[in-house]
């Protein structure tokens, strides 16, 4: 397995953050991004996950809620990968991924489209 400061690993999500298009970046609304060493124990293999509405399914009731969170976890990613440039792709394909989720586009879509 790869090793990699917790700091460099949140400078890599902070990059591929840095690397949507600001056209994209000025409509997200209401979400949070995290870094997790671990995923939930039920899903060891997870390498993100959101959670939340998709701006796709919002209506007028979507007022006063928590934050969408979107959460890319270390360890897996970490063991997935052989290098660390191995690393910088991955973790910019999940953090595209997850922001896609918050946009609405689902897993299959992903998938056709190379972000899977």
């Given at each position: 397995?790869?090793?990699m400061?917790?700091?460099?690993?949140?400078?890599?999500v902070?990059?591929a953050?840095?690397?949507?298009?600001?056209?994209?970046?000025?409509?997200?609304?209401?979400?949070a991004?995290f870094?997790?060493?671990?995923?939930?124990?039920d899903?060891?293999?997870?390498?993100?996950?959101?959670?939340?509405?998709p701006l796709?399914?919002?209506?007028?009731?979507?007022?006063?809620v928590?934050?969408d969170?979107?959460?890319?976890?270390?360890g897996p990613?970490l063991?997935?990968?052989?290098?660390?440039?191995?690393?910088?792709?991955?973790?910019?394909?999940?953090?595209?991924?997850?922001?896609?989720?918050?946009?609405?586009?689902?897993?299959a879509?992903?998938?056709?489209?190379g972000?899977?």
């Amino acid at each position: 397995m790869l090793t990699m400061t917790r700091d460099r690993f949140e400078e890599l999500v902070s990059e591929a953050l840095d690397r949507i298009p600001p056209e994209l970046t000025r409509v997200m609304d209401n979400v949070a991004v995290f870094v997790e060493d671990e995923p939930p124990a039920d899903d060891p293999e997870l390498l993100g996950l959101y959670e939340g509405t998709p701006l796709t399914e919002r209506g007028e009731w979507y007022a006063g809620v928590l934050p969408d969170r979107i959460t890319i976890y270390m360890g897996p990613i970490l063991r997935f990968c052989e290098t660390a440039d191995d690393v910088v792709h991955e973790v910019a394909v999940t953090v595209v991924h997850e922001v896609a989720h918050h946009f609405g586009i689902e897993d299959a879509r992903l998938h056709e489209l190379g972000w899977g």
